[in-house]
C-alpha cells in the first residue's frame, strides 16, 4: 500500500528554468511532509520540509506547496542549476515519527 | 562533527543466512532508524529506536529486529534471508524527545545481496 507516490519517474529542464516536482498522499493523519535529494552512493539529503498546517515554504531556490484538499504537494526549484541534477524524494510523517517514503523523481538538469 | 556512517558497504549472504548491519549515529543524537530500499523504490521504514527502546515499527516481519546501544550507535538484524532482502539498509540519526519531529540524517547505507 503506497501511501505517498510519485508519478513521474524522471524530469529533464533546462539551466535557469523552473523545476517542478509532485508528490500525492493518501494518508490525511499525516502532520510533516519532506522533499530529500540523492545522489548516487549517498544517503538521501534533508532539503526542506512543511507542516501540515501550512501550504508553503520556502527555503531559497526551493519552496514546497502543500494541497491538502487535492492531498498533493509539489517542490519548485527555480532557477534550476545542474547542480540539482539528483533523484528526489517525498517523504510524510506521521505522528511517532514514521516517515513513507515516494518512489523518487530523478531530476536532470541540461546545461 | 562526525556524520551517520555504517558498515559494511556492501555484503553477500545466502539464503537462510543472518547478516546484522551496524550504524552510528551522528554525534550528539539520540534516535535512529532504519529503512530499507529496495531496486527502483522509495526508502521503507523499518523502525526506529529512542534512547534504547524500539520507537515505533513500520510492515517488517519479526525477524528483523534491532539493537541501540547507550552510545546510540544501532544494529539491524535479519534472520532467515530471503532472497527479497537485497537492498539498500539505510540508517538515519536525529536528535528528538521521541514524539517530536527533528531532521533526520542519514548515512550512506550497505548493500545487501542475498543468493
Known amino acids: 500500500d503506497q501511501q505517498v507516490k510519485q508519478n513521474s519517474p524522471s524530469l529533464s529542464v533546462q539551466e535557469g528554468r523552473i523545476s517542478i516536482l509532485n508528490c500525492d498522499y493518501t494518508n490525511s493523519m499525516f502532520d510533516y511532509f519532506l522533499w530529500y535529494k540523492k545522489y548516487p552512493a549517498e544517503g538521501p539529503t534533508f532539503l526542506i520540509s512543511?507542516?501540515?498546517?501550512?501550504d508553503k515554504n520556502e527555503d531559497g531556490r526551493f519552496t514546497v506547496f502543500l494541497n491538502k484538499s487535492a492531498k498533493h504537494l509539489s517542490l519548485h526549484i527555480v532557477p534550476s542549476q545542474p547542480g540539482d541534477s539528483a533523484v528526489y524524494f517525498c517523504?510524510?510523517?506521521?505522528?511517532?515519527?514514521?516517515?513513507?517514503f515516494g518512489t523518487g523523481t530523478s531530476l536532470t538538469v541540461i546545461p | 562533527e562526525t556524520g551517520v556512517t555504517q558498515s559494511p558497504t556492501h555484503l553477500i549472504k545466502t539464503r537462510g543466512q543472518q547478516v546484522t548491519l551496524r550504524c552510528s549515529s551522528q554525534?550528539?543524537?539520540?534516535?535512529v532508524s532504519w529503512y530499507q530500499q529496495a531496486l527502483g523504490q522509495g526508502p521503507q521504514f523499518i523502525f526506529q529506536?529512542?534512547?534504547?527502546?524500539?520507537?515505533g515499527r513500520g510492515n517488517f516481519p519479526p525477524r528483523f529486529s534491532g539493537l541501540q546501544f547507550p552510545n546510540y550507535s544501532s544494529e539491524l538484524n535479519v534472520n532467515a534471508l530471503e532472497l527479497d532482502d537485497s537492498a539498500l539498509y539505510l540508517c538515519a540519526s536525529s536528535f528528538g524527545s521521541g514524539t517530536s519531529y527533528n531532521e533526520q540524517f542519514f548515512g550512506p547505507g550497505t548493500r545487501l545481496t542475498v543468493l
Open positions: 512543511i507542516s501540515s498546517i501550512k
Open positions: 529506536y529512542y534512547r534504547e527502546e524500539e520507537n
Open positions: 517523504a510524510a510523517k506521521l505522528a511517532g515519527n514514521q516517515f513513507y
Open positions: 554525534s550528539g543524537h539520540n534516535t
